[in-house]
């Protein structure tokens, strides 16, 4: 077993600074010698059964999680641009709005905050609801006191 080993290290090593060798002008950057005795390695407890295939994968996306971070950091706008619910509050009608709250279009100030009031307590997203009827409840009584 640790024949095959290194036959398949020193072939992969062969294979990686062959060019390297024959022209001394070009140097090897630390990060991938660094990396590929990394993969060697992980190849070699791998065959000695001292790590499994996944942990394997796992380490061999290491080197990606710094360009997955640079990714990560977008995420905010490409959610903005992905939502459907980036509508303005002026979307909605003074009869959804009054339907929204359950009261009548000419409902007094006091049952409007009302019957915000319960509809938040109903529908907040820290009590179970989602923000998308919490943004419909608020527009829809911004819409009715406007």
Same mark, same amino acid.
């Given at each position: 077993? #640790?024949?095959?080993?290194?036959?398949?290290?020193?072939?992969?090593?062969? #294979?990686? /600074?062959?060019?390297?060798? +024959?022209?001394?002008? =070009? &140097?090897?950057?630390?990060?991938?010698?660094?990396?590929?005795?990394?993969?060697?390695?992980?190849? #070699?407890?791998? /065959?000695?059964?001292?790590?499994?295939?996944?942990?394997?994968?796992?380490?061999?996306?290491?080197?990606?999680?710094?360009?997955?971070?640079?990714?990560?950091?977008? =995420?905010?706008?490409?959610? #903005?641009?992905?939502?459907? +619910?980036? &509508?303005?509050?002026?979307? =909605?009608?003074? &009869? $959804?709005?009054? $339907?929204?709250? +359950?009261? *009548? $279009?000419?409902?007094?100030?006091? $049952?409007?905050?009302?019957?915000? &009031?319960?509809?938040?307590? *109903?529908?907040?997203?820290?009590?179970?609801?989602?923000?998308?009827?919490?943004?419909?409840? +608020?527009?829809?009584?911004?819409?009715?006191?406007?």
């Amino acid at each position: 077993m #640790y024949i095959i080993l290194l036959i398949i290290s020193t072939i992969i090593l062969w #294979y990686l /600074f062959k060019d390297k060798v +024959n022209t001394l002008k =070009v &140097k090897v950057s630390r990060p991938k010698i660094i990396f590929w005795l990394l993969v060697i390695i992980v190849i #070699y407890l791998i /065959f000695r059964g001292h790590l499994h295939p996944i942990a394997a994968a796992i380490v061999a996306l290491l080197p990606l999680i710094k360009k997955l971070l640079i990714i990560l950091k977008y =995420v905010p706008i490409l959610k #903005y641009f992905v939502s459907k +619910n980036n &509508k303005k509050n002026d979307d =909605v009608t003074k &009869k $959804e709005a009054a $339907e929204i709250l +359950n009261v *009548k $279009e000419d409902a007094t100030t006091e $049952e409007i905050i009302l019957a915000h &009031k319960i509809a938040m307590q *109903k529908y907040h997203p820290d009590k179970g609801g989602s923000d998308y009827m919490a943004r419909k409840i +608020n527009s829809a009584k911004d819409k009715l006191l406007s």
